[in-house]
């Protein structure tokens, strides 16, 4: 079984009452870089990318913004 590595995008705006576009402007990340990592739709994830998101958001954990998980369980997230 594989394993993917995921950004918990959603749950993180969610969690704070905020917008993708608000964050992309906290953080000053790409709207569409931070859907696509929000959607999963990117193959490969820019770690710069993380550490502006945690920086925004006063993150200091990053498993609060990343995750690793079986290939099965991605669907389950996206509920």
Do not use: P
């Amino acid at each position: 079984m594989s394993k993917k590595v995921i950004v918990k995008i959603s749950d993180l705006i969610k969690q704070r009452g905020i917008s993708l576009r608000e964050l992309s402007r906290l953080s000053d990340v790409r709207h569409a870089a931070l859907s696509e990592l929000a959607n999963g739709k990117r193959a490969n994830i820019n770690f710069a990318h993380i550490e502006k998101i945690a920086d925004a958001l006063g993150i200091s954990d990053i498993r609060e913004i990343i995750d690793f998980v079986e290939g099965d369980d991605i669907d389950h997230l996206s509920q």
